[in-house]
Every structure is written in C-alpha cells, then in structure tokens.
C-alpha cells in the first residue's frame, strides 16, 4: 500500500475542505463551463469544488484509495469528474484544458519529474487557459522557472501560490 493509501484509508477527508485562497482564485477563472485537469487529486476537495461549480475534471492520483472514496462521491452527487488512477508521470491529458490545477502536488515528485508533468500538460491547456500551483515553496522556483520559459503571464506569485495563464 502506497502512503497516500495508508493516509486516506484512516481519515476520509484527510486534507479537509479547499482551501479559501483556492476558492478566490477559482473565482477569477473567466470562463464558467470547461475542463479542468485536477492533478495529485488525492481524495477530490478542489475536483468536487469545481465540479458543483459546473466545470467537467478530470481528476488524476496515484492513490487508488484516494480516488476509490472520490468515485463514491462523484456517484452520490453525480459530479462531472472523470477519476483516473494513473501515475502523473505517464499520464497525458486526453483533450484540451481551460485550466490545470496542482494543490501541493509536485512537492511529491523529484524535480525532474516535476518539470517533466509539467512541461507536458501545459502543452494541452488552451491559449488563455489557466495553471494555478499551491505548494511548498522550495519547489516553486523550478517550477516558475518552467513557466517562464513557456512565456505564462503571472496574475499572482505569491507565498506558496503559482496562478498564470497561458497569453
Ligand atoms: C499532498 S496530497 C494533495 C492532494 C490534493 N491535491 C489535495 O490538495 O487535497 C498529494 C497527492 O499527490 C498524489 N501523488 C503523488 N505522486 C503522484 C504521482 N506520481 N502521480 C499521481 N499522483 C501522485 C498522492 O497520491 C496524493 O494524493
């Protein structure tokens, strides 16, 4: 068993509800129907949040326990959330996104890997499409880094939060 799994499995909302700064940046989201990439989902607080906003997501964990316990959500309230167990690492986005989240996410990953998810789904978000990161901060600056380079604009850089788009 993974140590998500072992996490989850003792508490079913281990990391409680989204987080109030990730509700207001959600709200600057400019566009109200879409599809949103939720990555290292884990047990879905952001993915259930967006998807009782309207947005479709997909929501993509390593953790089958984790996402055993969003499915039954997702079920119950008929959510518009595509649960995928896959190892982020392999994983390619099936269609074009209008925003990708990663709420603590990529603190998980060794750099390289980091910048390698990255790179790769930023290629499926949209021109005007939105990345928002949450993270540790010492794994920001590589992360920015890879923004950057991709020519994202900064709305918001700022303590552990990432939030760009794509021009
Ligand atoms: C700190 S938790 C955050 C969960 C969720 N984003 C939240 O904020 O509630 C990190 C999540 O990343 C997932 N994870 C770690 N490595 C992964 C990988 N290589 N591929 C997919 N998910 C991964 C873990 O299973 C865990 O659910």
Redesign the pocket.
Known sequence: M?K?DKIYARDESY?GHTSKQFTTLFSNFDFDSGTIL??????G??AIFLARRGYNVIA????RV?LDQLQERVDAENLTIEVVH????GYTPPQELDAIVA???FH??PNNARIKILQRVLRHLRIGGYMLIADEKSVLPNLRDTLKKEKFEFLRDKNDILFTYKP
Not at 60 to 63: G, I, L, T
């Open positions: 993974q998500y990391f939720d990555l290292g989902a884990g047990q607080r952001d993509v964990d390593s953790s984790g896959a190892d982020a690492l709420d603590r996410f998980e990953l």
